[in-house]
T-cell receptor, first 116, second 113 residues
């Protein structure tokens, strides 16, 4: 069973550039999540999709951030006009509904973004 | 306000010692879920356990065990006979009425030979 995959694994960019990350969930997992993790901290929730619908967004997701999941399979997270404060690990997770409100989320390896 | 507190920032033990990682959570919901994840140096979060608020039974899985006590809002994790491969950052997380996981800041465990 293939796990969650994320590309690229590392991204270095200059301040002001746009970047896009991709997440491929575990097949048949119709729920997908994005988190951000800075050094020494736990992951922080950004947004959640069920199929192609974006159902929940954190206040952390500023106007410069946009996430899509156009066909309910892979998802992209775009950051426009990157700032040094955007430097972090961006984690993607997916889950299969288990009948309750909270499923078990399985995480990918993350994309480490460095903004110079 | 931090909903999950992992007071131990770093723990260092010698191989074969037992170690307990503490997790205290805060919620007003009656239905919630608690999780533990392991993050080894490679960076990928590995799921360890999920527990709902109605199930206070302790759980044992091999060398791992978890103690859930609603009276003290704690969900502690014990590793028995620790091994070098257990070295990692361990996160406790809480999920309330939504889908977001609220993570603690993690406890870094170092097991030395």
């Amino acid at each position: 069973d293939t796990g969650v995959s994320q590309n690229p694994r590392h991204k270095i960019t200059k301040r002001g550039q746009n970047v896009t990350f991709r997440c491929d969930p575990i097949s048949e997992h119709n729920r997908l999540y994005w988190y951000r993790q800075t050094l020494g901290q736990g992951p922080e929730f950004l947004t959640y999709f069920q199929n192609e619908a974006q159902l929940e967004k954190s206040r952390l997701l500023s106007d410069r951030f946009s996430a899509e999941r156009p066909k309910g399979s892979f998802s992209t997270l775009e950051i426009q006009r990157t700032e040094q404060g955007d430097s972090a690990m961006y984690l993607c997770a997916s889950s299969l509904p288990s009948g309750g409100t909270t499923d078990t989320q399985y995480f990918g390896p993350g994309t480490r973004l460095t903004v110079l | 306000a931090q909903k999950v507190t992992q007071a131990q920032t770093e723990i260092s033990v010698v191989e074969k010692e037992d170690v307990t990682l503490d997790c205290v959570y805060e919620t007003r919901d009656t239905t919630y879920y608690l999780f533990w994840y392991k993050q080894p140096p490679s960076g990928e979060l590995v799921f360890l356990i999920r527990r709902n608020s109605f199930d206070e039974q302790n759980e044992i899985s091999g060398r791992y065990s978890w103690n859930f006590q609603k009276s003290t809002s704690s969900f502690n994790f014990t590793i028995t006979a620790s091994q070098v491969v257990d070295s990692a950052v361990y996160f406790c997380a809480l999920s309330e009425s939504g889908y977001a996981l609220n993570f603690g800041k993690g406890t870094s465990l170092l097991v030395t030979p």
